[in-house]
């Protein structure tokens, strides 16, 4: 059930350049006019500019720059994706925030868990994922996909082309996937990791979490000196700094459309746009499985998700495990 704050916002917004009354609002909402007048007090303290002028009544004519619910809302433009959104300005772990939400049976599918900082953020193998407060974009997606549990690993890859779609349209960099869940430039350095745990049972998922790191503002000094050499941001990349809200509403209608098609269409939507992306694709790697050693070459990825390889032999191998060398040093996930 939508809130009365985010039908407010909503409406506030069809009527973005002109005045809507009070009386308007009191009946669209069914609400007090007093409640009314709370509720834009509420918008003040966010950081909105509203304009009140009496027998016209409210328009908005700034807006802020803090990340909160109410400003993500405002201007989303996703028919289901982060309808409901969950923020706190400083939290452990998003994805730790998400899960107890779902379990609690009181989120719904698309609902948006975002934090400005996290404490404790976690990346895959539970690898620390260094956060900042303020320069990035740390959230988790609620989902209840129709999907069996196996096409799961499927909705990571469908997160990073949202991802790159993002980077894409609003910078003028060029991102890279890494296979699965990496999003990096060509200078090998990473700005983005994206981490899908699910609840299941045997054939059916309960939900699915997808926790999405980007890294927007920070410098190289925000990072310790042992990943200064992995790590990179849009920043740092473009010499330009970005808007984070703009970042997160743009991503969000890319995933809600992408994950749309996917549901209609199956997963080539998703192979096709993955592949032009895609990190290393036509190159050698190096595939370790158990005490196997072997180089490859990177060919794409398979109809459900596998990474494909053609092997010394020039046979094409499908590959759902095993540790890659994509550099000729060490690299972590």
């Known amino acids: 059930m939508e809130s009365t704050r985010n039908k407010l916002i909503h409406l506030l917004a069809e009527n973005k350049d002109t005045y809507i009354s009070g009386q308007k609002l009191s009946e669209q909402l069914n609400i007090s006019r007093s409640a009314i007048w709370k509720h834009m007090n509420d918008l003040k303290k966010d950081g909105y ?3 009140a002028k009496s027998k016209l009544g409210y328009r908005i004519i700034g807006y802020p720059d803090k990340i909160t619910a109410n400003t993500l809302q405002w201007g989303l433009d996703t028919n289901w994706l982060g309808k409901k959104i969950i923020h706190r300005e400083v939290t ?5 925030l998400a899960h107890n939400t779902a379990k609690e049976s009181i989120s719904e599918h698309g609902t948006i868990v975002i934090a400005n900082e996290q404490t404790s953020g976690r990346g895959r193998m539970n690898r620390t994922w260094h956060t900042k407060k ?5 959230l988790s997606i609620i989902l209840e996909p129709p999907l069996p549990p196996y096409l799961a690993p499927q909705l990571t ?10 980077i894409k349209e609003l910078t003028p960099l060029h991102p890279l996937i890494k296979w699965p869940n990496d999003i ?8 983005a990791g994206i981490l899908t745990e699910l609840q299941a049972e045997q054939d059916q998922i309960d939900y ?25 941001s849009l920043r740092i990349e473009s010499g330009t700094e970005w808007s984070i809200q703009q970042i997160i509403q743009h991503f969000l209608v890319s995933f809600e459309h992408i994950y749309d098609l996917y549901i209609k269409k199956g997963f080539q939507v998703v192979k096709t746009k993955w592949e032009k992306y895609g990190f290393r694709i036509g190159e050698m790697i190096t595939i370790h499985q158990l005490n196997k050693q072997q180089k490859a070459i990177f060919y794409g990825l398979a109809e459900d998700g596998a990474l494909l390889v053609k ?10 495990s095993g540790e890659i060398d994509w550099f000729d040093y060490s690299s972590s996930d």
């Not at 990096?184 to 700005?191: E, H, W």
């Not at 032999?313 to 499908?318: K, S, Y």
Request: proline share 2%; with cysteine; charged share 25%.
């Open 311 to 320: 092997n010394e032999e020039n046979r094409v191998e499908r590959l759902y």
């Open 49 to 51: 500019l509203i304009e």
């Open 208 to 232: 699915v979490i997808i926790g999405v790191g980007l890294n927007i503002n920070q410098q190289l000094e925000d990072w310790p000196e042992e990943l200064q050499q992995r790590a990179t």
């Open 184 to 191: 990096l430039f060509s200078n090998g350095k990473k700005c």
């Open 92 to 96: 452990s772990s998003t994805q730790i």
């Open 134 to 138: 303020g320069d990035g974009m740390w």
């Open 157 to 166: 890859l469908l997160t990073a082309v949202a991802l790159a779609d993002t």
